[in-house]
């Protein structure tokens, strides 16, 4: 008993203590989007190619950042997803995008958690913070929902303040580039993107990592670096299929996006 108890205390302080180590940003794998191939041979093709990426970068944890398939209730996209997700070697964590609560109500965010089981999280890993939130109910009006989920948000970044760097993800990315951009699909309203931006600048978020917009974008709000992913499935614009590469040390945060190897773009841009 007591060397359990010593043994899960040892863990725990390997978490707080900050070791310099590399993560991955996935988003969008999207199973179906753009995609009628027999059983979404061409969705998966992608998401494997993009999982023996990033298998072969051996880095210590992955987040997924939304859009995990393109329909909700459809159980072969769904199965594609889960068989795929589960060869990556590293833990994964993910928050739901729109596509997967589409669109949002209890009852589809009932159904979400019944399916993944959470739609949030917060965690400690080599002595920064990881903290996870669902965009949906901010972007669409979920008054309750998003209350209730500030409340848990607030908690969370209280508990992280001690940690080297904080990291903050969702699916909607706040803004892509600069705080005045006009307002569209792809970022938040004007009064609720100055919300969140001063509440994580003020709890000390070093990034904030999104998704949605099936194209790689980098931008900052006051030192604080915003970077949105490109998709693991078909891209948009000038996007091209990748995923983020986290590099932390202790000089600071660096952020590459990485095509991943072997996809042609240009079969995979709309």
């Not at 969705?43 to 210590?60: G, Q, R, W």
């Not at 089981?117 to 109910?137: L, V, W």
């Not at 949105?228 to 299929?241: D, E, K, R, S």
Request: charged share 20%; with cysteine; proline share 6%.
């Amino acid at each position: 008993m007591l060397f359990a108890a010593f043994a899960a205390l040892l863990a725990l302080v390997a978490c707080d203590r900050f070791q310099e180590f590399t993560f991955v940003q996935l988003s969008d794998t999207q199973i179906g989007f753009i995609d009628d191939s027999p059983q979404f041979t061409h969705s998966d093709s992608l998401m494997k190619a993009a999982v023996d990426a990033v298998n072969a970068l051996d880095p210590a944890l992955v987040v997924i950042t939304g859009d995990l398939v393109n329909e909700p209730y459809n159980p072969v996209q769904d199965s594609v997803y889960r068989v795929r997700k589960a060869e990556l070697q590293p833990p994964v964590y993910e928050v739901p995008g729109n596509h997967d609560i589409l669109p949002y109500s209890e009852e589809n965010h009932a159904h979400y958690l019944e399916l993944r089981g959470y739609d949030r999280f917060c965690f400690r890993e080599k002595g920064c913070a990881f903290i996870g939130i669902d965009s949906n109910c901010i972007v669409d009006g979920a008054g309750e929902a998003e209350e209730e989920q500030l409340r848990w948000l607030a908690d969370a970044l209280a508990s992280a303040r001690k940690a080297r760097y904080t990291f903050v993800f969702l699916h909607c990315p706040i803004v892509r580039e600069r705080a005045d951009e006009p307002s569209d699909h792809f970022n938040f309203p004007v009064g609720k993107r100055e919300k969140y931006l001063t509440l994580f600048k003020e709890n000390g978020v070093d990034a904030v990592f999104a998704g949605h917009c099936h194209q790689d974008w980098t931008g900052s709000y006051e030192g604080m670096g915003l970077y949105t992913a490109g998709p693991v499935c078909n891209a948009l614009g000038h996007g091209t299929p990748g995923y983020n590469v986290v590099k932390v040390t202790r000089e600071g945060v660096s952020v590459q996006y990485v095509p991943t190897p072997g996809v042609d773009p240009t079969h995979c841009r709309f």
